[in-house]
């Protein structure tokens, strides 16, 4: 159980483009799924915050209007990285924090390596 | 500010041997925490969580929790090579329903030398 997947694991664009991320919950509702991103040989860092119905909560120094989140349903939140720059290259990591059972663990996604040409 | 500091390490233990992982916090109100494994180049995954003081043991691995000292650990028995990876300690300053988000420590590189 509590199985996290993304799509997509690895995205090559070029500069200037969109691109969306996906991470689903596949066996249980999530209402609050966070964004990460990890450079190489770093620690990870949240995004935000991701919650069903209403608008995601971004850590400091995180732009909004760049770095959309669509959390539309109880399974499913989406990172879009609007005009994508060399400087997003990055490991991408949504977890999803069930929302019964009472505890708070967060179980994490694959991933997705984004590089930005 | 909230901090959670691990030694980056690397920690390097023979097989067979105890791994012993540490990891200190700073918010004294913190109520949960978990021990998340990730090897390079994938995303982490959990071993354990713990809530209350004492010790919790699952398989080779056991949590150890002291609020008082505001520390928590990671044991792991009878070290393979195969977990080889940097542990990750997060905190979380509640227990139980609340969406609140984890702080996480930088990570301790464990290699497990055969």
């Known amino acids: 159980g509590a199985v996290v997947s993304q799509h997509p694991s690895r995205v090559i664009c070029k500069s200037g483009t969109s691109v969306k991320i996906e991470c689903r919950s596949l066996?249980?509702?999530?209402?609050?799924m966070f964004w990460y991103r990890q450079f190489p040989k770093k620690s990870l860092m949240l995004m935000a915050t991701?919650?069903?119905?209403?608008?995601?909560?971004?850590e400091q120094g995180v732009e909004k209007d760049k770095f959309l989140i669509n959390h539309a349903s109880l399974t499913l939140s989406t990172l879009t990285v609007t005009s994508a720059h060399p400087e997003d290259s990055s490991f991408y990591i949504c977890?999803?924090?069930?929302?019964?059972?009472?505890?708070?663990?967060?179980?994490f996604g694959p991933g997705t390596r984004l590089t930005v040409l | 500010q909230k901090e959670v500091e691990q030694n980056s390490g690397p920690l390097s233990v023979p097989e067979g041997a105890i791994a012993s992982l540490n990891c200190t916090y700073s918010?004294?109100?913190?109520?949960?925490f978990f021990w998340y494994r990730q090897y390079s180049g994938k995303s982490p995954e959990l071993i354990m969580f713990?809530?209350?003081?004492g010790d919790k043991e699952d398989g080779r691995f056991t949590a150890q929790l002291n609020k008082a000292s505001q520390y928590v650990s990671l044991l792991i028995r009878d070290s393979q090579p195969s977990d080889s990876a940097t542990y990750l300690c997060?905190?979380?300053?509640?227990?139980?329903?609340?969406?609140?988000?984890?702080?996480f420590g930088k990570g301790t590189l464990l290699t497990v030398n055969p």
């Open positions: 977890s999803a924090q069930p929302t019964s059972g009472g505890s708070n663990e967060q179980f």
């Open positions: 997060a905190v979380n300053p509640s227990s139980g329903g609340s969406n609140y988000k984890l702080t």
């Open positions: 066996d249980f509702q999530a209402t609050t």
């Open positions: 991701s919650n069903e119905g209403s608008k995601a909560t971004y």
């Open positions: 918010d004294r109100g913190s109520q949960s």
């Open positions: 713990i809530y209350s003081n």
